[in-house]
Structure formats: C-alpha cells, structure tokens
C-alpha cells in the first residue's frame, strides 16, 4: 500500500463522508439505497420535505440522534486526530458528517459542512434564536415549537437544496489559499465519500487546480474518483491508520 508522508512542509486538507462512521454503525446515505420510509434521502432532508411533512422529518432525525448517540469513533477517526497533533495548524478537516464523531474522538480543526445533528434552530427566518445544542430524541408525532416566537424548531442541518454556511465555506477556502502560497506541499484527502453532493465533491478540482495532491480513501469507487491522482480501495478504519507516515 501506498503511504502519505506527512512531514513538516505539509499541508493537509481532510474531506469526510459518512464512510467514515460505517464502522462505527452509523449507516451510508445511499448504502440505505438513499431511501428512508421508502422515500428518497433527498425528499425527507429538504427544505420542501420539511413544510410538507415536519412529523416525518423530526422521525427521520430523532432516529438518526438516537441511533449516532450510542455509537464510538472509530480508528478512522483517531487517525485523523493523530494526523492534526502532528501537522497542528497546517491540518484541516471539512466534514459532510454531522454525528459529531469527530469532534468527539479529539478532533479540533473541524468545520461541519452539513451541520451538526445534536443541534436544533428554529424554522422562522425571522426569528433571532441561535441555534443550540439539542439531544433530545423527540417522540414519534411531535414537532418541537420555538420558545422565543412559536415557530416550528428544526435541526440544525444543510438540507438538500439549502446554501452551506459562507463562513465554512471560507474556512476551507483560507486553509487552501494559505496550503497553496505556502511553498510547501498541500495536499488533500477525501474519504468515505460517495463524490456525489456539491460543493464537497468539487473540493478535488479546486485542489488540483492550487497544484494540489490528491488522495481517496475509500471503501466503494466513488463517482469523482478519476479526478483522484492515488486511490487507495478500503475502509477508512483500517486504511487510514496504516496510511500516514508521520515524520
Ligand atoms: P454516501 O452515503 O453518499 O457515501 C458513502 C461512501 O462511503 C460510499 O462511496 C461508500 O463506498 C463509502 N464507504 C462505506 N463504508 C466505508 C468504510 N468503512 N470506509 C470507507 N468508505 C466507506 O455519503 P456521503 O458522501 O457522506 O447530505 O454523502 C454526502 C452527503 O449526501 C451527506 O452529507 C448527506 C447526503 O445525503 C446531507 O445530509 C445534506
């Protein structure tokens, strides 16, 4: 297998999908062949799924809270905690998950590009609640109301067909900007991602683009996977803590 030499003139970018907590129990998106209740992922986590049915979509993530709160981080996970100590602030992580595993296993550099499943916001646009942290698991025909203004509460989650937050975005863009004018060497990793949902799947170009490496890891080929220069087929729980070779 190949190695990732992750040495002192590095800069490391990190893209996670929900590959990397599949051994940890948390289930894929499309390994549920993208379906929930027996409709499409994309219909139930949207802004239209949610004004048609809020009932169904609080179901859909009440069972997602429960199902992520019983779970550990994985190897995949500490690997990626051991890769930040080492690289510090040339080290970034942009997530697609949002089962805070990563933060939970140590990880500090983290931006959650989807949001983050334990929080909650309220639904009305208007209103100047701030997001906070939620656990509950909400019983089965309830929607939770807004204290502040009686609207509807939502996860705090980028639902398909929703923009991801500017300031993340540019979190990952000054990382970038930085790696690439470094002198150093700036590479990028994606792992267990299926390569399918934009902007995160763009990442690779953009990283190629800087004169970036780039490195895939992950279990399936993904639908980018060409646009990767090394790809290594695996689990990220096993591959990854065997990948970096820290010096
Ligand atoms: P997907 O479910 O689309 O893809 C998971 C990928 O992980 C697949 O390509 C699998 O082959 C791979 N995989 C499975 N087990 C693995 C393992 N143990 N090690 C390594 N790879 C493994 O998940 P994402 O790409 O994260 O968006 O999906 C992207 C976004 O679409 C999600 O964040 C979510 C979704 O619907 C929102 O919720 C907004």
């Known amino acids: 297998m190949e190695t990732l030499l992750l040495d002192s003139n590095t800069w490391l970018l990190v893209l996670t999908g929900a590959g990397v907590s599949a051994e940890s129990g948390v289930p894929t998106f499309r390994g549920m062949n993208?379906?929930?209740?027996?409709?499409?992922?994309?219909?139930?986590?949207?802004?239209?799924?949610?004004?048609?049915?809020?009932?169904?979509?609080?179901?859909?993530?009440?069972?997602?809270?429960?199902?992520?709160?019983?779970?550990?981080?994985?190897?995949?996970?500490?690997?990626?905690?051991?890769?930040?100590?080492?690289?510090?602030?040339?080290?970034?992580?942009?997530?697609?998950?949002v089962d805070g595993l990563h933060s939970r296993a140590g990880s500090q550099r983290?931006?959650?590009?989807?949001?983050n499943l334990f929080k909650t916001r309220c639904s009305n646009d208007e209103c100047k609640r701030a997001p906070f942290d939620d656990t509950t698991v909400y019983p089965a025909g309830t929607v939770p109301g807004c204290k502040d203004c009686g609207g509807l509460l939502r996860p705090h989650i980028v639902w398909f067909g929703e923009y991801l937050d500017p300031a993340d975005l540019e979190r990952?863009?000054?990382?970038?900007?930085?790696?690439?004018?470094?002198?150093?060497?700036?590479?990028?990793?994606?792992?267990g991602t299926s390569g399918a949902?934009?902007?995160?799947?763009?990442?690779?170009?953009?990283?190629?683009?800087?004169?970036?490496?780039?490195?895939?890891?992950n279990l399936d080929p993904a639908e980018n996977s060409r646009r990767?220069?090394?790809?290594?087929?695996?689990?990220?729980?096993?591959?990854?803590?065997?990948?970096g070779r820290l010096v």
């Open 110 to 115: 983290v931006v959650e590009m989807h949001g």
């Open 228 to 243: 990767f220069q090394h790809s290594v087929q695996g689990k990220s729980g096993e591959v990854l803590p065997k990948l």
């Open 34 to 97: 993208g379906l929930w209740e027996d409709q499409p992922v994309e219909q139930v986590a949207s802004p239209e799924g949610f004004a048609k049915d809020p009932l169904r979509v609080w179901r859909f993530y009440s069972q997602r809270r429960a199902g992520a709160a019983g779970v550990s981080p994985n190897p995949g996970h500490d690997a990626l905690v051991a890769w930040e100590r080492h690289l510090g602030d040339r080290f970034l992580l942009a997530t697609q998950n």
């Open 172 to 191: 990952i863009q000054d990382f970038s900007l930085r790696a690439a004018s470094s002198g150093g060497r700036f590479v990028f990793l994606a792992a």
């Open 197 to 217: 949902v934009y902007p995160a799947a763009g990442m690779v170009d953009q990283v190629r683009g800087a004169g970036g490496e780039t490195w895939l890891v």
